[in-house]
């Protein structure tokens, strides 16, 4: 007799990490401003692994919210 898998906990852990990085978003923009900003000084603010910021700050950069400048240094987009 095979066992039915229960989906649940996946779920649960898929959602959590959703909202994980919808609440790391938030942390990330509002740390910013128009003037650039070094990204490891960024990550020591933030209270995540930096595998896991830096994988939504890529995100933030494509997504066109956030501009990577010289060096290592990323600020908000500006307005258009």
Known sequence: MSKKKDCSDE?????TSA???IDLEE???SLL???PT???ELLNQIPAQ?????????ALE?????V?????????RPPL
């Open 11 to 15: 779920n649960a852990v898929t959602n």
């Open 19 to 21: 909202t994980t990085n």
């Open 27 to 29: 942390t990330i923009i």
């Open 33 to 35: 401003g128009y003037s």
């Open 38 to 40: 070094e990204i490891n």
């Open 50 to 58: 930096a595998h896991e910021a830096l994988g939504v700050i890529s």
């Open 62 to 66: 494509l997504a066109g919210k956030i």
């Open 68 to 76: 990577r400048g010289a060096g290592n240094e990323i600020s908000l």
